[in-house]
């Protein structure tokens, strides 16, 4: 009544006067001058919210049953791949590269869909911890670079390392955040392996800046840039740019969204600045924390300060290693880190006894396919469809 705006809200609850619990939206519009009214309508959503819980379950459910069979038929067609394993003509290469690089497609799509089927139904675990931001980034930036390299591009990461050998030290500010690091990890490798998908030449620049209260990380890169009519909608699921430039870059329109839901989770927000043609900067911005309240939450709590995890990386290689690390998915199943542990390590150690030659990495379905394929349950029948009789 006293702003004159509309309003208009989509998660609440009301209760009636039986007790009787509703999930309402609501669209409040004012009618006149400011005080002079307003009209309210109540929806009452919870057979929308039902439905839309079922389809998520669903979409879950399904996406963890593929996955299991699609990482095994990735795992078992990279063996092939890999000179060290199976000796293969240069026909056979070319069809099994190519149905290898649809099975990694399919595995990726269903891993997306599995993270934002749990970003939706609030499955998504929050556990902030102390973050030094830099280096975090620097981290998992390192990590990505061989994907870079494969492409040719520039990696510059602004943020200087203190060099204590330097007589003029430039100091960075330390930039410290209270988040998850599973989180922000994801985002950061998820702006960051976009930047590198879409540019086919030149370089991508990672900066952290700041000020009191926020951190900003951005990545900007030279690539093919986004048309400004598709800016409002890239964060929005599946939504992907339908050009000339993307249309031979695969993907799902999974990974932005998720980015946003994992933004919000970390009380912060994504944004892009692109020109067309030019290029791009993805921005993320995060709550920061003073060096005192680091101190104070770092010393109330045993954990140490997060250094970004990230295995190292080989220099030059023709498979980029995978982290054999949880993903958000794997939490879903398996939620206690102890259990967690104790599974890579067994994991590590039979990846251990298949020999590695130095330049060809094994990725880590490569390393165990059985596990994927012990993993499944025990097969359903499907139903085979009989065809429509001919009149
Ligand atoms: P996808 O799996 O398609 O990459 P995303 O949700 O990560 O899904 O991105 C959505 C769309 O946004 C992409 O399909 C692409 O068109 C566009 N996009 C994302 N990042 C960039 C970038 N750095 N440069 C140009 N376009 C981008």
Redesign the pocket.
């Known amino acids: 009544l006293t702003t004159n705006k509309s309003v208009r809200k989509n998660n609440l609850s009301l209760q009636t006067n039986s007790g009787k619990k509703l999930l309402i939206s609501i669209v409040v519009s004012p009618v006149g001058q400011a005080g002079a009214g307003v009209i309210i309508v109540f929806r009452d959503m919870t057979k929308e919210k039902a439905e839309e819980r079922e389809m998520a379950e669903f979409i879950s459910t399904a996406s963890h049953e593929m996955r299991t069979p699609v990482a095994s038929i990735e795992g078992y067609l990279g063996l092939v791949l890999n000179p060290s394993v199976v000796q293969i003509d240069d026909k056979t290469r070319d069809f099994i590269t190519k149905a290898h690089e649809s099975a990694q497609h399919l595995g990726r799509l269903f891993q997306d869909l599995l993270d934002v089927s749990k970003a939706e139904d609030g499955r998504l675990s929050n556990n902030p911890k102390v973050v030094d931001i830099v280096h975090f980034t620097h981290n998992v930036i390192e990590g990505l670079r061989p994907q870079a390299d494969a492409k040719n591009l520039s990696v510059v990461f602004k943020p200087q390392p203190d060099d204590t050998s330097l007589s003029d030290r430039h100091l960075n500010p330390v930039f410290y955040a209270q988040v998850d690091n599973d989180h922000l990890r994801e985002v950061i490798a998820?702006l960051t392996e976009?930047?590198i998908?879409?540019t086919l030449r030149g370089n991508v620049v990672i900066d952290v800046t700041g000020s009191n209260d926020k951190i900003i990380i951005s990545v900007t890169?030279s690539?093919?840039?986004?048309p400004a009519e598709d800016i409002p909608h890239?964060f929005q699921k599946f939504?992907?740019?339908d050009n000339s430039d993307?249309r031979e870059i695969g993907?799902?329109?999974?990974?932005?969204?998720l980015c946003r839901r994992l933004a919000e989770v970390m009380d912060g927000r994504i944004w892009v600045e692109s020109t067309y043609k030019r290029g791009?900067t993805?921005f993320l911005e995060i709550p920061r924390i003073s060096h005192e309240d680091a101190t104070r939450l770092i010393e109330a709590t045993p954990t140490p300060i997060v250094p970004a995890v990230m295995p190292p990386q080989p220099q030059t290689p023709a498979v980029v290693q995978q982290p054999l690390q949880p993903s958000l998915s794997d939490t879903v199943t398996s939620p206690d880190p102890a259990q967690i542990a104790e599974q890579l390590k067994q994991v590590n150690s039979q990846a251990q006894q298949i020999p590695q030659p130095v330049n060809t990495p094994l990725t880590s379905i490569e390393q165990n396919p059985a596990q994927y394929t012990q993993a499944r349950p025990p097969s359903v029948p499907i139903p085979v469809r009989q065809p429509k009789k001919q009149r």
């Open positions: 998820n976009n930047a998908k879409y890169d690539g093919i840039g986004i890239l939504y992907r740019v993307t993907g799902t329109g999974l990974g932005l969204y791009s993805f």
